[in-house]
């Protein structure tokens, strides 16, 4: 009787002390996607301490197929996907680390085509941070390409407000 006893008041301590423990905060962010010094698109999300979001953006394009009056301009659509998860929130410093994964399809106009009648493939870039630390509301840059385009997402973050 003295166990049972004895295994019910520790397995009520336990459930006591993880019935306490506060609920995983909840992450505002927002990304700007930064293409030569111009915003060209924005994610904006709420996400979970632990949990993961992705969001994929879709937006049309236009690539240059045939020669001469065989030319024509296509009508294709291009995407832009990130994916963000919310990794720890230090309060007393006011900060959020983020992972970040990200996937973007872009028109290359550097490309060189072996033939100039076919479409040049578009560029990939896919590109991961494992933890890049933001804080309260400032924009942080974090830079995937340095030229041809220069591509930046800038990244800001707070624990949101219920």
């Given at each position: 009787m003295l166990k049972h006893g004895l295994a019910v008041l520790l397995a009520s301590i336990a459930l006591a002390a993880h019935a306490q423990s506060p609920a995983p905060a909840s992450v505002a962010w927002e990304i700007q996607?930064?293409?030569?010094?111009?915003?060209?698109?924005?994610?904006?999300?709420?996400?979970?301490?632990?949990?993961?979001?992705?969001?994929?953006?879709?937006?049309?394009?236009?690539?240059?197929?045939g020669c001469g009056n065989a030319a024509r301009v296509v009508p294709t659509e291009r995407s832009r996907s990130v994916t963000v998860a919310p990794l720890t929130v230090d309060a007393s410093a006011n900060t959020v680390s983020l992972a970040l994964d990200v996937q973007e399809t872009l028109d290359d106009e550097n490309a060189t085509r072996g033939d100039p009648c076919v479409p040049a493939s578009p560029r990939q870039i896919v590109a991961s941070h494992p933890g890049l630390s933001v804080g309260s509301d400032a924009w942080t840059d974090w830079t995937l390409v340095e030229q041809h385009p220069h591509l930046v997402y800038r990244v800001r973050a707070h624990v949101a407000k219920d």
């Open positions: 996607v930064v293409r030569d010094g111009q915003t060209i698109d924005t994610f904006q999300q709420r996400t979970t301490v632990g949990q993961t979001r992705t969001d994929t953006h879709r937006y049309p394009s236009a690539v240059p197929v």
